[in-house]
T-cell receptor, first 114, second 113 residues
Framework: EPEVTQTPSHQVTQMGQEVILRCVPISNHLYFYWYRQILGQKVEFLVSFYNNEISEKSEIFDDQFSVERPDGSNFTLKIRSTKLEDSAMYFC????????????FGPGTRLTVL | DAKTTQPTSMDCAEGRAANLPCNHSTISGNEYVYWYRQIHSQGPQYIIHGLKNNETNEMASLIITEDRKSSTLILPHATLRDTAVYYCIVRRGWIQGAQKLVFGQGTRLTINP
């Protein structure tokens, strides 16, 4: 069964450093999402992406965050200058059909900012 | 989007049916009920969705009341691996474009041996 993969599984970084989280969507999926989950809290939406542009972003997704599909396969989330409060699990999700909410989630990247 | 209310936690014996309720009294006519679950710290997993008819797949059954103000997710023969947080989410089903999921706190289901 096809699945969403994410790398790395765990990233440790120093405050102020840039990190790039990578996601390989399910082949032929067109809609891409990033969510995050701070330890013990709810899963929160960050951004959705379709047709090489952002469809929607939350207030969490400020100027420090960016997304792109640099090579038509990987979908990346970049945090330019990490803060302690960016420590969380980051989940990539993809869906194949317009507007369908059967989103398939990756296993997540645990980001720890020291 | 309609707000949902779920119990914070539930317990169920292994092998028994687990019935997880969800209230969504403000649901509108074009909104679907979706269920996801999250096992430990893994990524959420889609389970099932429905509009007004009852639905069944290999994972679960979804029973939606006639007035659509509440629903129940049924795991017919719960196993220890079904221990997870279960999220009931109400969303419009078929629209153009990407559509975010809004997660609440969900129900923490514990399956006991």
């Amino acid at each position: 069964e096809p699945e969403v993969t994410q790398t790395p599984s765990h990233q440790v970084t120093q405050m102020g450093q840039e990190v790039i989280l990578r996601c390989v969507p399910i082949s032929n999926h067109l809609y891409f999402y990033w969510y995050r989950q701070i330890l013990g809290q709810k899963v929160e939406f960050l951004v959705s992406f379709y047709n090489n542009e952002i469809s929607e972003k939350s207030e969490i997704f400020d100027d420090q965050f960016s997304v792109e599909r640099p090579d038509g396969s990987n979908f990346t989330l970049k945090i330019r200058s990490t803060k302690l409060e960016d420590s969380a699990m980051y989940f990539c999700a993809t869906s194949g059909l317009a507007g369908r909410n059967e989103q398939f989630f990756g296993p997540g990247t645990r980001l720890t900012v020291l | 989007d309609a707000k949902t209310t779920q119990p914070t936690s539930m317990d169920c014996a292994e092998g028994r049916a687990a019935n997880l309720p969800c209230n969504h009294s403000t649901i509108s006519g074009n909104e679907y009920v979706y269920w996801y679950r999250q096992i430990h710290s893994q990524g959420p997993q889609y389970i099932i969705h429905g509009l007004k008819n009852n639905e069944t797949n290999e994972m679960a059954s979804l029973i939606i009341t006639e007035d659509r103000k509440s629903s129940t997710l049924i795991l017919p023969h719960a196993t220890l691996r079904d221990t997870a947080v279960y999220y009931c989410i109400v969303r419009r089903g078929w629209i153009q474009g990407a559509q975010k999921l809004v997660f609440g706190q969900g129900t923490r289901l514990t399956i006991n041996p």
